[in-house]
């Protein structure tokens, strides 16, 4: 007696359908239970903008926005994705026109190695988007999710304080 696809296999183990506007563009994908967004968006869709620093949500290299709000992809599964609107540092330029945050960051000098900056990016858009930020101090303690191992903390915040009157005009995801 042979048993069936679904006897045989735990619901577990069997890809779920999602849809979701991804960068703009709608996407329907089939994603296994356990797949976090990031691996989903790294290994599955070869968006590697975000990176995999810490794994636990706890240094920001993997910000990206989910519905304009900042998440941690790496503690996100990417079944919870499903019917949202998901924007990576990738989706953030409008074809050779780089987003003002993006502009602000390169004016300021605001990376060195690199690694953390399409977090930090996605992350001040995020931050844009709820309006919340008035000043410098403000600023800092907002961004405090996404480290810097470069200690590059001062250009970072002076590309967001000169970037966020540009983006909170635009509606933050221009």
């Given at each position: 007696m042979s048993a069936t696809l679904s006897e045989?296999?735990?619901?577990?183990?069997?890809?779920?359908?999602?849809?979701?506007?991804?960068?703009?563009?709608?996407?329907?994908?089939?994603?296994?239970?356990?797949?976090?967004?990031?691996?989903?968006l790294r290994e599955q869709l070869d968006l590697v903008g975000s990176k995999k620093g810490c794994d636990h949500g706890q240094c920001g290299a993997c910000t990206v926005l989910r519905d304009g709000k900042r998440i941690n992809a790496c503690l996100t599964l990417a079944i919870m994705c499903d019917g949202a609107e998901l924007t990576t540092v990738e989706?953030?330029?409008?074809?050779?026109?780089?987003?003002?945050?993006?502009?602000a960051f390169i004016k300021h000098d605001a990376f060195q190695c690199g690694y953390c900056t399409p977090g930090q990016i996605c992350s001040a858009v995020g931050l844009a988007n709820?309006?919340?930020?008035?000043?410098?101090?403000?600023?800092?303690?907002?961004?405090s999710g996404n480290l810097c191992r470069c200690g590059a903390y001062n250009n970072i915040r002076d590309a967001i304080e000169e970037a966020l009157p540009l983006c909170q005009q635009t509606g933050g995801e221009s």
């Open positions: 045989a296999t735990p619901a577990s183990f069997v890809p779920h359908p999602i849809r979701l506007t991804l960068n703009g563009a709608v996407r329907e994908l089939q994603v296994l239970p356990w797949t976090t967004l990031l691996d989903l989706g953030l330029a409008d074809g050779d026109e780089l987003h003002p945050m993006q502009r709820e309006g919340r930020a008035q000043g410098s101090a403000e600023i800092s303690e907002l961004m």
